[in-house]
T-cell receptor, first 114, second 115 residues
Framework: AQSVTQPDIHITVSEGASLELRCNYS??????LFWYVQSPGQGLQLLLK??????LVQGIKGFEAEFKRSQSSFNLRKPSVHWSDAAEYFCAVGAKTSYDKVIFGPGTSLSVIP | EAGVAQSPRYKIIEKRQSVAFWCNPI?????LYWYQQILGQGPKLLIQFQNNGVVDDSQLPKDRFSAERLKGVDSTLKIQPAKLEDSAVYLC?????????????FGEGSRLTVL
């Protein structure tokens, strides 16, 4: 069965600073990886996804993530954080089995200091 | 295109009472998911439907939770009787096929408070 860990419960960065959110997964086969963002009181929105091919994927709002198979990681990055990026970020892994199961990590809460 | 609709948005009940949540997925989406999100945690998959059949309910507390998806369209999640630890946001999501589209589409959730 697949699982996801996000080592950082909460991160605080200054506006304009760079950001990296960590994600590690456990899955026996090639994973399908996602990052979702949840703003206060709102639903989950897909930021980006990795299925295959280029291990560096670009997403919306200036985010990118890099898949590193050797480290079982899929870290999310942004070169310059905006105050509006303050939210909860969830890494998720999908399993290509007989059905499409998606498991979410515990989340990392991001605060941005003006 | 209309999104995933959920109701009610908020519900407050006392323990041992029952509650039901409704979800209407995006038209044409064959896969429907119910997730439970406890405050400060990630969404936990409760049950997954493919059309009107259950493909995964391994995390569903079947002694108190039940769900159905009649006719493969909308779905209802029921809790009876509710416990304090059921206080959470219940998220419904749908997908045409995430392997093709790469995305689950989520509703805004139904927030349950059990007193």
């Amino acid at each position: 069965a697949q699982s996801v860990t996000q080592p950082d419960i909460h991160i605080t960065v200054s506006e304009g600073a760079s950001l990296e959110l960590r994600c590690n997964y456990s899955y026996g086969a090639t994973p399908y990886l996602f990052w979702y963002v949840q703003s206060p009181g709102q639903g989950l929105q897909l930021l980006l996804k990795y299925f295959s091919g280029d291990t560096l994927v670009q997403g919306i709002k200036g985010f990118e993530a890099e898949f590193k198979r050797s480290q079982s990681s899929f870290n999310l990055r942004k070169p310059s954080v905006h105050w509006s990026d303050a939210a909860e970020y969830f890494c998720a892994v999908g399993a290509k089995t007989s059905y499409d199961k998606v498991i979410f990590g515990p989340g990392t809460s991001l605060s941005v200091i003006p | 295109e209309a999104g995933v609709a959920q109701s009610p948005r908020y519900k407050i009940i006392e323990k041992r009472q029952s509650v039901a949540f409704w979800c209407n997925p995006i038209s044409g989406h064959a896969t429907l998911y119910w997730y439970q999100q406890i405050l400060g945690q990630g969404p936990k998959l409760l049950i997954q439907f493919q059309n009107n059949g259950v493909v995964d309910d391994s995390q569903l507390p079947k002694d108190r939770f039940s769900a159905e998806r009649l006719k493969g369209v909308d779905s209802t999640l029921k809790i009876q009787p509710a416990k304090l630890e059921d206080s959470a946001v219940y998220l419904c999501a749908s997908s045409l096929s995430w392997r093709n589209t790469g995305e689950l589409f989520f509703g805004e959730g139904s927030r349950l408070t059990v007193l």
